[in-house]
T-cell receptor, first 116, second 116 residues
Framework: AQSVTQPDIHITVSEGASLELRCNYS??????LFWYVQSPGQGLQLLLK??????LVQGIKGFEAEFKRSQSSFNLRKPSVHWSDAAEYFC??????????????FGKGTKLSVKP | AAGVIQSPRHLIKEKRETATLKCYPI?????VYWYQQGPGQDPQFLIS???????DKGSIPDRFSAQQFSDYHSELNMSSLELGDSALYFC???????????????FGQGTRLTVV
């Protein structure tokens, strides 16, 4: 069965420090992978997605993620964190090719806190 | 740019009552998805519709039903409400066209349902 694992429930980093959020997936074929961010009480905003091609994907707000098939990972990175990045981050795998991109399995999320 | 609109934003119902949540997708989007996010949980896929037909079904309870109308808006009907139904309900929409018309899912702000 498809699944997404985010090993870190809560991460705290200092403002200006680099960030890496881990995501591992289990899927029988080449996955469609997504990172979403959710501020408290808000909806989910797409940061970036991977379908195929270049394994290093650039997203919004200075985020990037790297797909590593050998490790079944899709880790999210940012070189310098801003206080406004404090939120919850969800990694997700899409269950359909080409067509529906909204049938997703989410990880449990990683809550990011930023220290001044 | 227009986003996914959900109404109401907040809803309080008593046990055994009925609730109806509404979702208005982004214009020209043909697919709607419903998700349930319990407190401190990841979003769980409930059901989706493509061109007014149910396209996929997830962990939606039998007490819930949904439909997509001719103008592509969708309604989630929830009956015999239980305390455990208290959650944030998200609607998302996407376009399932080919090539650049095929988009990722855009999420609404959610409806927070509290069952007392």
């Amino acid at each position: 069965a498809q699944s997404v694992t985010q090993p870190d429930i809560h991460i705290t980093v200092s403002e200006g420090a680099s960030l890496e959020l881990r995501c591992n997936y289990s899927y029988g074929a080449t996955p469609y992978l997504f990172w979403y961010v959710q501020s408290p009480g808000q909806g989910l905003q797409l940061l970036l997605k991977y379908f195929s091609g270049d394994t290093l994907v650039q997203g919004i707000k200075g985020f990037e993620a790297e797909f590593k098939r050998s490790q079944s990972s899709f880790n999210l990175r940012k070189p310098s964190v801003h206080w406004s990045d404090a939120a919850e981050y969800f990694c997700a795998v899409g269950l359909n090719y080409g067509g529906s991109q909204g049938n997703l399995i989410f990880g449990k999320g990683t809550k990011l806190s930023v220290k001044p | 740019a227009a986003g996914v609109i959900q109404s109401p934003r907040h809803l309080i119902k008593e046990k055994r009552e009925t609730a109806t949540l509404k979702c208005y997708p982004i214009p020209r989007h043909d697919t709607v998805y419903w998700y349930q996010q319990g407190p401190g949980q990841d979003p769980q896929f409930l059901i989706s519709f493509y061109e007014k037909m149910q396209s996929d079904k997830g962990s939606i309870p039998d007490r819930f039903s949904a439909q997509q109308f001719s103008d592509y808006h969708s309604e989630l009907n929830m009956s015999s409400l239980e305390l455990g139904d208290s959650a944030l309900y998200f609607c998302a929409s996407s376009s399932q066209g080919t090539g650049p018309m095929n988009t990722e899912a855009f999420f609404g702000q959610g409806t927070r349902l509290t069952v007392v």
